[in-house]
């Protein structure tokens, strides 16, 4: 039996020698009723203490892959373990059996180890990204932009302030977004060789537009409700109605964090309010939902994520 030991690896020897010895079991290289080295022999020849042997011989044993007969040593038992119904556990141990059938199959052609091991080491830098990431300082507008690309994309959507992309792992895996006007800060954090996709986000919504056109200037005087978690949506919306004719003293402006700001609402002839807050409107407030990413932007990303998936 053959093993490889990393001593400075953050796996234990423990760890490593279970792993090991069901892999050489899933690619037939220990068969059915084959006998392994004693736990004294396996601390000599690998240079580790027999506890940590011994340790990993019974936690292969409880696990069904050996067995121990008395007074003959550790034999590879008859049949394997069937896969336990926990989905994480069964999900590990599929996985093991691909890789065991792939070192068998590798064993077949001839193939080195040393060019195995290089090989997946490359087909795992080349793995496709599993996630997007929206990077901006402000958590509410990242919570809505959050919120529009997952009502059309595929992949899960993290977020992250910027000066958290320097955590260690966070960016691997990931697609990072911005708005445009964070993009150059956000591409001084991002190490060299990672995109950044940066939003088209529009000012105004079809929806809002078409709203003031059909009510202004005849209803200028009827209340209109904003409501948001965004302080700067908020700014942005009591602009332009103000700007489309509205007067100040007809705005309702809540904020969406504080407590009680629903009140009112549903006497207001209609609630401007980003994509997130619209959910949560009080009944019989009529929303005018307040986009920040098109269809086209959303249709751009969706195409980004196809281009992955045909490369992975």
């Known amino acids: 039996m053959r093993l490889w030991l990393n001593r400075t690896g953050e796996v234990s020897l423990r760890e490593q020698l279970i792993t090991q010895?069901?892999?050489?079991?899933?690619c037939k290289e220990l068969l059915p009723g084959q006998r392994l080295p004693s736990t004294r022999d396996l601390a000599r020849r690998f240079n580790i203490h027999a506890n940590t042997a011994s340790a990993a011989y019974r936690e292969l044993e409880r696990e069904?892959?050996?067995e121990f007969r008395h007074g003959s040593g550790v034999y590879v038992r008859a049949t394997r373990p069937s896969a336990p119904?926990?989905?994480?556990?069964a999900a590990e141990f599929a996985v093991d059996q691909l890789i065991g059938n792939l070192m068998a199959n590798a064993r077949k052609l001839g193939a080195p180890e040393l060019l195995v091991r290089e090989r997946l080491r490359r087909w795992l830098a080349l793995t496709p990204p599993s996630r997007w990431l929206v990077i901006d300082p402000d958590p509410e507008l990242r919570r809505i932009v959050i919120h529009e690309m997952e009502q059309a994309l595929a992949l899960p959507i993290a977020g992250c302030a910027p000066e958290e992309c320097a955590q260690p792992g966070l960016l691997e895996?990931?697609?990072?977004?911005?708005?445009?006007?964070?993009?150059?800060?956000?591409?001084?954090l991002l190490p060299a060789g990672i995109e950044l996709t940066v939003l088209e986000v529009h000012p105004v919504s079809l929806e809002l537009l078409a709203h003031l056109q059909r009510y202004l200037?005849?209803?200028?005087?009827?209340?209109?409700?904003?409501?948001?978690?965004?302080t700067e949506f908020q700014r942005i919306a009591q602009t332009l109605l103000i700007a489309a004719g509205l007067s100040p003293e007809s705005l309702l402006v809540r904020d969406a964090k504080q407590p009680g700001w629903k009140r009112g609402l549903e006497a207001a002839s209609g609630?401007?309010?980003?994509?997130?807050?619209a959910l949560e409107l009080p009944k019989g407030a009529f929303p005018l939902r307040f986009t920040l990413l098109d269809g086209p932007t959303l249709a751009a990303l969706r195409k980004q994520e196809e281009q992955h998936f045909l490369s992975a």
């Open 21 to 26: 010895v069901v892999l050489a079991i899933l």
């Open 64 to 66: 069904g892959w050996l």
């Open 85 to 89: 119904l926990s989905p994480e556990i």
């Open 173 to 188: 895996g990931s697609m990072p977004v911005t708005v445009p006007s964070k993009a150059a800060a956000v591409r001084k």
């Open 217 to 230: 200037p005849e209803h200028a005087g009827e209340l209109v409700g904003i409501a948001s978690r965004w």
């Open 271 to 277: 609630v401007v309010c980003d994509a997130v807050t």
